[in-house]
């Protein structure tokens, strides 16, 4: 088992620009959330995804959106990068009832 | 919202020693409390967890109190280990919800 999988695991961007980050859930699970988490801090939540639908959205603006794929896995994209989007990005899964997460290894994004 | 407070931020102790974290929240409907150990560029992992209905749990030498009253819970490791140096974040969910709340994060730094 592979656990939850996540690429690219770095990306530097430039301000403006659009981000893709992909995230392939652990197997048996069906629910993948997605967390940024900045120097120092903990994960702050982005949103949540279950049946190809964003279940739960957390306090982050339109710029971010993401989708989920019929075999689970799941995109987030970032559009008109800021500075402070720079962070590393988790994603996790879980399957439905069961608030345990477990963690990808995430995507670090430096955008300059 | 959930509003997670963590403390210390940084916590030495000397290899042996006891080592305590603490969080409060601030959802009374919060039923949920995870704790998550993150070491150094890698993937936030669950160690412990606890459900309302319990008072404290152990898993070796890690145990989790949890004051329902005072909205506070605590991580208590014993014995420490310099492998047990690395960030560990608390978190809180209610039922249903299945999105936690992260507290910032204490690093814990074990001395040989």
């Known amino acids: 088992d592979a656990g939850v999988t996540q690429s690219p695991t770095h990306l530097i961007k430039t301000r403006g620009q659009q981000v893709t980050l992909r995230c392939s859930p652990k197997?048996?699970?069906?629910?993948v959330s997605w967390y940024q988490q900045a120097l120092g801090q903990g994960p702050q939540f982005i949103f949540q995804?279950?049946?190809?639908?964003?279940?739960q959205r957390g306090n982050f603006p339109d710029r971010f959106s993401g989708h989920q794929f019929p075999n689970y896995s799941s995109e987030l994209n970032v559009n008109a990068l800021l500075l402070g989007d720079s962070a590393l990005y988790l994603c996790?899964?879980?399957?439905?009832?069961?608030?345990?997460?477990?963690f990808g290894s995430g995507t670090q994004l430096s955008v300059l | 919202g959930e509003n997670v407070e963590q403390h210390p931020s940084t916590l030495s102790v000397q290899e042996g020693d006891s080592a305590v974290i603490k969080c409060t929240y601030s959802?009374?409907?919060?039923?949920?409390f995870p704790w998550y150990k993150q070491e150094l560029g890698k993937r936030p992992q669950l160690i412990i967890d606890?459900?309302?209905?319990?008072g404290e749990k152990k898993d070796q030498r890690i145990a989790v109190t949890l004051n329902k009253t005072a909205k506070h819970f605590s991580l208590h490791i014993t014995e420490t280990q310099p492998e047990d140096s690395a960030v560990y974040f608390c978190?809180?969910?209610?039922?249903?919800?299945?999105?936690?709340?992260f507290g910032r994060g204490t690093s814990l730094i074990v001395h040989p």
């Open positions: 959802d009374s409907a919060s039923n949920y």
């Open positions: 978190a809180a969910s209610k039922g249903g919800s299945y999105i936690p709340t």
């Open positions: 197997s048996g699970h069906d629910t």
């Open positions: 995804y279950y049946e190809e639908e964003e279940r």
């Open positions: 606890i459900r309302s209905n319990v």
């Open positions: 996790a899964s879980s399957t439905t009832g069961d608030e345990k997460l477990f």
